[in-house]
């Protein structure tokens, strides 16, 4: 019963990855600009719209999980707005298009955030770093057979692929509704909103503290720089394949499948050398490769299309190297006893990143259309690549081991 329970958990890893490279990625956008003739900046509001609300809303459903001491309850409401609103896409109405992607994309953020804490619920310990490992295994499986497994169904209609990939979702959840128990919960005096005002004060001390710990400081700058570059090429780089490359769907999926095979040979990588030359050395030569993969994007055109190859396996590299080894450098970087603060910070940066770099893009595309669609979606992706290439820099005088922490009582 205890395997059923870990599978359980992680084929919703499963799910979330099929609905993100099939929505964020594949579909969406391509859909919206190429088939309803929708402008890119929308895009950016709607997405930074339910980013925006996810951040204004965590603390307080927090404090409420907290409160009852449940947390499968939320994850099974936020799944099933974001399967509701996904089903909705098809639609050729711009407003209800964009108000279906925001709540889509707000129900799936914010159930990962309750599907992140149930890995307590399914593991020990001892055994933790190995059921993650499965989670993060089913992740990149989704990837990959969410890519054809919905391909299946477009037919050369972007639409189809709405109804299909909710309702592969709802079923590879499932199996985490029902058979996921929590652990005996440990409930916290008081109204939930005195949980919520204490867990925003705490939130603002922890913030005020980042000036004695310069090294996590300077990991969170680089952080929001390179996922808010990652956020970015994330949902519009089908676009950009599109407009600057001319590259049909199939191929595009294909060179999709690609990165994600790679990504996983990366994390693999990645993980037996982290030991070896440190944290702070992998993330480097993964925003390398990051930067190397920007490059040739930025400089593609139709006549060597055939560059997306190298581009896309240097790109699923790096984000192999980036995010096994990003996690291990805020560990070392943390205090003792205050780890569980600052990756709260941590994942508010990469909220805000997914605000902003949406939003810059769908503004230099408008502000320079004038030029033309291919010159000012060069233009958007070159500022990406200067976007990662800082965060390289900013990395850099970080120091992994020896760091003097200024400790007050």
């Known amino acids: 019963m205890k395997n059923v329970r870990i599978g359980s958990w992680a084929l919703f890893d499963f799910a979330n990855s099929l609905y993100s490279i099939n929505i964020l990625t594949l579909y969406f956008a391509l859909y919206f600009v190429k088939d309803l003739g929708g402008k890119e900046?929308?895009?950016?509001?709607?997405?930074?719209?339910?980013?925006?609300?996810?951040?204004?809303?965590?603390?307080?459903?927090?404090?409420?999980?907290?409160?009852?001491?449940?947390?499968?309850?939320?994850?099974?409401?936020?799944?099933?707005?974001?399967?509701?609103?996904?089903?909705?896409?098809?639609?050729?109405?711009?407003?209800?298009?964009?108000?279906?992607?925001?709540?889509?994309?707000?129900?799936?953020?914010?159930?990962?955030?309750?599907?992140?804490?149930?890995?307590?619920?399914?593991?020990?310990?001892?055994?933790?770093?190995?059921?993650?490992?499965?989670g993060m295994a089913t992740n990149f499986a989704g990837f990959g057979i969410g890519i054809f497994l919905i391909g299946l169904f477009v037919s050369g209609n972007r639409a189809n692929a709405f109804l299909p990939t909710s309702l592969f979702f709802l079923l590879f959840a499932i199996p985490c509704f029902l058979f996921v128990r929590e652990n005996s919960p440990v409930l916290r005096k008081g109204t939930f909103i005195a949980i919520a005002k204490a867990n925003f004060h705490k939130s603002v001390r922890t913030l005020k503290s980042l000036r004695d710990y310069p090294g996590i400081f300077r990991l969170f700058i680089a952080r929001f720089l390179y996922n808010d570059a990652a956020n970015t090429f994330q949902i519009f780089i089908a676009l950009y394949a599109a407009v600057i490359m001319d590259m049909p769907d199939n191929d595009f999926r294909f060179f999709a499948a690609i990165t994600m095979i790679a990504a996983l040979a990366g994390s693999v990588v990645s993980g037996s050398m982290i030991g070896r030359i440190g944290a702070k050395k992998m993330l480097q030569a993964g925003l390398l490769l990051g930067i190397a993969s920007f490059g040739i994007i930025t400089v593609?055109?139709?006549?060597?299309?055939?560059?997306?190859?190298?581009?896309?396996?240097i790109?699923?590299?790096?984000?192999?190297?980036?995010?096994?080894?990003?996690?291990?450098?805020?560990?070392?970087?943390?205090?003792?006893?205050?780890?569980?603060?600052?990756?709260?910070?941590?994942?508010?940066?990469?909220r805000f990143s997914a605000i902003t770099g949406p939003l810059m893009w769908g503004f230099v595309i408008l502000l320079f259309e004038g030029l033309g669609k291919i010159a000012a979606y060069r233009i958007a992706m070159g500022i990406l690549l200067i976007i990662i290439m800082a965060s390289f820099f900013v990395l850099r005088p970080l120091q992994e081991a020896g760091q003097t922490f200024i400790n007050k009582p």
């Open 41 to 134: 900046i929308y895009i950016s509001m709607a997405y930074a719209a339910a980013n925006l609300l996810l951040v204004l809303t965590a603390p307080w459903l927090g404090a409420i999980s907290d409160h009852y001491g449940k947390k499968k309850p939320f994850l099974i409401f936020f799944t099933i707005l974001c399967v509701v609103f996904t089903a909705l896409l098809a639609t050729r109405n711009h407003a209800l298009a964009l108000f279906s992607f925001a709540l889509s994309v707000y129900g799936f953020t914010a159930g990962a955030v309750f599907y992140d804490s149930l890995l307590s619920s399914v593991s020990s310990k001892k055994n933790r770093g190995m059921v993650s490992g499965i």
């Open 300 to 313: 593609i055109n139709v006549t060597d299309r055939w560059l997306m190859w190298p581009a896309c396996f």
């Open 315 to 350: 790109l699923g590299i790096a984000e192999g190297f980036i995010y096994s080894s990003e996690r291990v450098l805020m560990l070392e970087l943390s205090p003792g006893g205050r780890t569980g603060e600052f990756f709260g910070i941590y994942g508010m940066v990469s």
